[in-house]
């Protein structure tokens, strides 16, 4: 199952911080972040933000482009990715920054699996792999420290088409726009 990650947030705000883009001059300001879902072709999933502690802030770099712009968090973000009462997978953050077209950066990046995609279909969404025909999981994956991931794949287990999720596959190449 290929996801489009593109996360879509709703900040406090945010028009007046697009109008106001057009400025000589750098500024930077706060916001909050509401609500959020992630899109894919089979349709929108919404965000569970409960738990997050992080404060963010709107870094308009002055040039009249969201594409250079850059929010960032500070603390902790944690994004729950839910159908129905299902959990799908959680992501969680220290300190994200997202922004100048460039790769995402935190101090830390894990993805939590949860129920929905193991019980359900025999494939993990965050390390993106089938448990192959005999439905059992025989692989292992982590993350940490930091932004780190790995993932070993053993018997029949095989990846998905997907990339695992990581900082890089979940934030790369935003632009504020996508918030």
């Not at 972040?33 to 963010?56: C, E, H, I, N, R």
């Not at 900082?167 to 996508?178: E, K, N």
Request: hydrophobic share 35%; proline share 6%.
């Amino acid at each position: 199952m290929k996801r489009n990650r593109t996360l879509s947030a709703v900040t406090v705000a945010i028009l007046g911080l697009f109008v106001s883009s057009h400025q000589a001059s750098a500024t930077t300001f706060p916001v909050t972040l509401v609500s959020g879902a992630t899109f894919s072709p089979q349709g929108s999933s919404p965000l569970d933000f409960t738990g997050t502690t992080a404060t963010w802030s709107y870094n308009d770099q002055g040039t009249g482009s969201t594409a250079d712009d850059v929010l960032t968090s500070t603390g902790f973000f944690k994004a729950r990715i839910f159908l129905g009462p299902s959990t799908l997978y959680t992501w969680t953050t220290d300190n994200l920054v997202v922004g100048a077209g460039a790769a995402g950066a935190a101090s830390t990046y894990v993805c939590i699996e949860g129920t929905f995609g193991p019980s359900n279909f025999g494939f993990n969404f965050c390390p993106q792999y089938s448990f192959g025909a005999d439905f059992i999981d025989d692989s292992t994956y982590s993350y940490g420290p930091g932004t780190a991931f790995s993932r070993t794949l053993l018997n029949d287990d095989t990846p998905l088409a997907s990339p695992p999720q990581t900082l890089a596959t979940t934030y790369s190449g935003f632009v504020t726009a996508s918030w």
